[in-house]
């Protein structure tokens, strides 16, 4: 496991938005939604309209509409589990998808030099993704000439069940954790705020499985 502390820079136009404080308001968001709510009656109508606000199925939840109020907060809400087998895993495939959400953007990795990829017509190095060093982008570019790279950028809507899981049978060799920001993933943001999935704080995941490389990043 490594942690990597990063320094970045910004431009002008960005620098105000950046210097909100996400962190804290972060944190406030936290107690906010980790608080119970009671009387318990008060639950299902104030769950009911987030999940049709944020087009949450809750037909899907282990605890169906007519048991939201098992949810003692939002934060248990917004970690639910779903009923089993609401997500058949595809035997067939040798890659799932590790969660729900909206395909942004997805494809070959077509540069062997520079190994980017393209997310909302903004284009990013693997190298700085993943804070990849001169020997790993070396290893990974020979790779390249012999193989190809795909990639897939998954982005979860607040009415999405948030759990991640193992989109292949593979052995996970490092755990790198990045330091950052905390700013909106949204599809806007990313294409306003040039380069902010590496300004952002993230947690990578580097391995192998079957057919070579893999990598999973939250």
């Not at 069940?161 to 330091?179: D, G, L, M, Q, V």
């Not at 905390?182 to 192998?208: A, Q, T």
């Amino acid at each position: 496991s490594t942690h990597i502390q990063r320094e970045s820079v910004c431009t002008s136009n960005e620098a105000w938005y950046r210097s909100l404080p996400f962190r804290e308001i972060s944190r406030c968001w936290s107690r906010i939604l980790s608080v119970n709510i009671y009387p318990r009656p008060l639950r299902n109508p104030i769950y009911k309209s987030f999940c049709r606000i944020f087009d949450a199925d809750i037909n899907e939840c282990e605890y169906g509409p007519d048991q939201l109020d098992y949810y003692a907060s939002f934060g248990e809400l917004f970690r639910r589990n779903l009923k089993p087998n609401a997500r058949p895993i595809d035997k067939e495939s040798l890659i799932v998808s590790p969660c729900d959400g909206e395909v942004l953007a997805n494809g070959l990795v077509t540069s062997v030099e520079l190994l980017n990829i393209v997310i909302k017509g903004v284009s990013y190095t693997i190298k700085d993704l993943f804070q990849l060093n001169r020997s790993e982008i070396e290893r990974l570019q020979t790779k390249q000439y012999k193989s190809s790279l795909f990639y897939a950028c998954i982005y979860l809507n607040p009415g999405n069940y948030h759990h991640f899981h193992s989109p292949a049978k593979w052995k996970i060799n490092e755990r790198r954790h990045i330091t950052g920001e905390l700013m909106s993933v949204r599809p806007e943001f990313i294409m306003w705020i040039p380069k902010l999935l590496l300004l952002n704080e993230r947690v990578v995941y580097l391995g192998e499985y079957e057919n070579g490389l893999m990598t999973q990043t939250m």
